[in-house]
Structures are given as C-alpha cells and as structure tokens.
C-alpha cells in the first residue's frame, strides 16, 4: 500500500531529532511492506539564528534512512495567527506530489495544519492527534477550532495516542476515535550494562545519575527538576539532554544556583539518549502538559524506573507505584522526595525499571504501533471502495 505521511516535523540534516517519532513509525510501516512517502511542511525561514538557519538549510527532496521526503515552504504567521488558511499555500504542490505518488491513503500527524490539509485532498486520510495540536493549539482561537474540527470530522479515521488525547479530540468534534500508544524502538532501545556505559561516560559507580531529555525545558519542568536534585544529597550527576541548538545559558545558571553537578548536551541522535539511558539510574520528567511523550516509552524500553508528572497520557503507562513515581506537576518537594527514595533504595528502582521493560515490550515499540495502524490502513481502504 502506498502511503503519503503529511508531517510539520521530521528529522532533517541538522534537525535530527525533529519528529523523529514519525521517522520511526514510517520504518515499522514500511516492514509491513507499505510504500512510504513523506511531506514536510517547513516555514520559509530567515538566516537569524541558528533555529531559522536549520530550516533553511532543509533540501527540498531528500531521503533519510531509506524513507524519501518532499519539503514544502510555507509562510508561517507568528502565534498561529491565521494558520488555518495555511492550506491554500501549500494545495498546489500538495496535488503535484499527491499526482506523482498516487497514494492510496494519506496520514496526517496534528490536526493542524497537516491534518486539515490532508482531508481536502479527496483521498481516506488517517489522521493522528498527539498533543498540543489537541489540547493547546486548536483552543487558542476560533479558526483553529474550526480548522482542527473540519480534520476531525472529515477524516476516515481518527486516531488519539492516548486516552487523555482522546477526551480532547473529541472535546473538539464528537466522533469515534481509536487510541493507539507511541513507541519506541526496540533496536535502538533496551536494557544495557550500567557499567560500560558510565565507564565510557567517565562516571563513577557510586554516583546517582538522573537523566531528563526535553527541548522544552520549562514546560517540560526542567527547573523544577534541579531544584529538586539540589536537595538531594551527594553523590548525584544530572544528565540534561536538552535537544536545544540554543546557548544553555538560563540552565547553566539554575544549575549554579542549586548547587547541583550536571551535564548538558544539545541536539543528539536516538543512539546517544539510549546510551545517556544505559548510564542512569533513573528517567525524569516533570512536565506540565503533554500528550504521550515518547522518552517515557523509551525509557521503559530501557528498563529504567520513571519519575514524572501526572499529567496527559503518561498516567496511562507508567504507573504510580509499579514503574516508578508520579508527582503533581510543581511539586519540587514530592519531586526530592521521590528521587530520594530511589537513591536510596536501589533494589526498587531497579524492579520499577524491570516492570516497566515488560510492559513497553508488549505494548510501547513502533513494531507493536505499526500492526496496529496497518490494521486501520486496511480497514480505511475496505471501508472507502
């Protein structure tokens, strides 16, 4: 089956890391022996900062990883102010590639702008809500509303990677929606020997190593994070994979003030945060909102305990008690106070991490998500002839 993927995000040279998700689930795909074929949407972009200058340097056609990919430049307003017309700037090269392809179906990755733009394409569009385009985007005005209702109501199948994501899809259009989890991939991530990897690292093994990964660094509660590990006594390293191309200027400062050790690193490749997980003793994340964020499927795989937030679809995984803790967002106190437990109590966080490793190979690995969205593939195109 011919399938044309239509995403805001997807790694790039220099842009590794952007909707790599995507990537990953298109490789599933394509070992079901779907033909994958991807658009990107990009901003067109001026040369005055290096976040601007990694999208103008994105070639129009490239392949990466064996999947090729069309980018389409379109002029995106500040704040998300008209975004819904965004559409008619890009329906003309859309219908060129849609042409050249002849895609059976399209997948749309948000609701905005992708999946809006696919549904009027006349072709079953599956259309995938993740996160913010559900319950932050599509609540800032009423266009959006409508933009992000007409995908929803017109697409063929809608599909939430959470239950929480669900609840907001559905807030928006009332329709039937599937819940189908994230992944992550099982050959990049697993368990590994803690040793080699803080060997390797120059890591002592009496260290307490907390790892955060995150391009978010408030929402994502970073410094709710180091002020928590700032009350933990020695021996701890944070390890702060903050997939930020931008100077680490505010997090060097916040890392002074709590008097806290830390290393931090920018844009690194899956490999890397699988090591960087090998190295820890345990996975944070203290966000405040999210949908249902792929490091914590990552880390399960990895067989690390998870602390995080109650928040969004991560409830819906990783639970209290069983795979790690969960805090309310904010909480800096709860936040020492778990951490604590688990540098303490090594035996626990390593059962954490082990259940949690069970649990992401039966239902967190984008093998497992591809079976599950060729199911619905199938289903589209018997339910469209």
């Given at each position: 089956?011919?399938?044309?993927?239509?995403?805001?995000?997807?790694?790039?040279?220099?842009?590794?890391?952007?909707?790599?998700?995507?990537?990953?689930?298109?490789?599933?795909?394509?070992?079901?022996?779907?033909?994958?074929?991807?658009?990107?949407?990009?901003?067109?972009?001026?040369?005055?900062?290096?976040?601007?200058?990694?999208?103008?340097?994105?070639?129009?056609?490239?392949?990466?990883?064996?999947?090729?990919?069309?980018?389409?430049?379109?002029?995106?307003?500040?704040?998300?102010?008209?975004?819904?017309?965004?559409?008619?700037?890009?329906?003309?090269?859309?219908?060129?590639?849609?042409?050249?392809?002849?895609?059976?179906?399209?997948?749309?990755?948000?609701?905005?702008?992708?999946?809006?733009?696919?549904?009027?394409?006349?072709?079953?569009?599956?259309?995938?809500?993740?996160?913010?385009?559900?319950?932050?985007?599509?609540?800032?005005?009423?266009?959006?509303?409508?933009?992000?209702?007409?995908?929803?109501?017109?697409?063929?199948?809608?599909?939430?990677?959470?239950?929480?994501?669900?609840?907001?899809?559905?807030?928006?259009?009332?329709?039937?929606?599937?819940?189908?989890?994230?992944?992550?991939?099982?050959?990049?991530?697993?368990?590994?020997?803690?040793?080699?990897?803080?060997?390797?690292?120059?890591?002592?093994?009496?260290?307490?190593?907390?790892?955060?990964?995150?391009g978010d660094a408030r929402g994502k509660g970073l410094h709710d994070l180091i002020q928590a590990a700032g009350r933990l006594g020695e021996p701890r390293l944070l390890l702060l994979?903050?997939?930020?191309?931008?100077?680490?200027?505010?997090?060097?400062?916040?890392?002074?003030?709590?008097?806290?050790?830390?290393?931090?690193?920018?844009?690194?490749?899956?490999?890397?945060?699988?090591?960087?997980?090998?190295?820890?003793?345990?996975?944070?994340?203290?966000?405040?909102?999210?949908?249902?964020p792929a490091s914590i499927c990552e880390a399960m795989l990895s067989a690390r305990p998870i602390l995080a937030t109650r928040v969004g679809g991560i409830p819906e995984i990783a639970?209290?008690?069983?795979?790690?803790?969960?805090?309310?967002?904010?909480?800096?106190?709860?936040?020492?106070?778990?951490?604590?437990?688990?540098?303490?109590?090594?035996?626990?966080?390593?059962?954490?991490?082990?259940?949690?490793?069970?649990?992401?190979?039966?239902?967190?690995?984008?093998?497992?998500?591809?079976?599950?969205?060729?199911?619905?593939?199938?289903?589209?195109?018997?339910?469209?002839?």
């Amino acid at each position: 089956m011919r399938v044309l993927i239509i995403a805001k995000d997807f790694p790039a040279p220099g842009q590794p890391r952007g909707g790599v998700f995507v990537l990953r689930q298109a490789h599933a795909l394509a070992e079901l022996g779907h033909e994958i074929r991807v658009v990107r949407i990009v901003p067109h972009a001026p040369s005055w900062t290096p976040k601007w200058q990694s999208y103008r340097a994105i070639p129009e056609r490239y392949s990466i990883e064996g999947i090729a990919v069309h980018t389409i430049r379109a002029f995106f307003p500040p704040r998300m102010l008209g975004m819904e017309y965004l559409p008619i700037q890009v329906d003309g090269p859309i219908r060129r590639i849609i042409a050249d392809f002849a895609p059976h179906l399209l997948h749309a990755h948000f609701l905005i702008p992708s999946g809006q733009l696919a549904v009027r394409q006349g072709l079953p569009t599956i259309l995938t809500a993740h996160g913010s385009d559900a319950y932050d985007w599509a609540w800032r005005r009423p266009g959006l509303r409508r933009a992000a209702a007409e995908a929803i109501s017109r697409a063929e199948v809608v599909i939430a990677v959470s239950r929480f994501i669900e609840r907001r899809v559905r807030d928006l259009a009332e329709r039937d929606v599937h819940v189908i989890y994230n992944g992550a991939d099982e050959r990049i991530f697993g368990p590994c020997a803690q040793t080699a990897a803080r060997d390797s690292l120059g890591i002592g093994s009496d260290r307490f190593v907390i790892l955060f990964t995150g391009g978010d660094a408030r929402g994502k509660g970073l410094h709710d994070l180091i002020q928590a590990a700032g009350r933990l006594g020695e021996p701890r390293l944070l390890l702060l994979a903050t997939g930020l191309i931008t100077p680490f200027d505010s997090i060097r400062a916040a890392v002074a003030s709590a008097g806290v050790e830390a290393r931090l690193f920018g844009v690194i490749e899956q490999s890397g945060i699988a090591h960087l997980l090998a190295a820890a003793d345990v996975f944070t994340l203290p966000s405040y909102r999210e949908g249902l964020p792929a490091s914590i499927c990552e880390a399960m795989l990895s067989a690390r305990p998870i602390l995080a937030t109650r928040v969004g679809g991560i409830p819906e995984i990783a639970v209290d008690g069983v795979h790690g803790h969960l805090v309310a967002p904010g909480d800096v106190a709860s936040l020492a106070q778990r951490l604590g437990e688990l540098a303490r109590d090594p035996g626990t966080a390593i059962r954490m991490g082990e259940a949690g490793y069970r649990f992401a190979r039966e239902h967190l690995t984008w093998r497992v998500n591809a079976r599950r969205y060729d199911e619905v593939y199938r289903g589209a195109l018997c339910a469209t002839a």
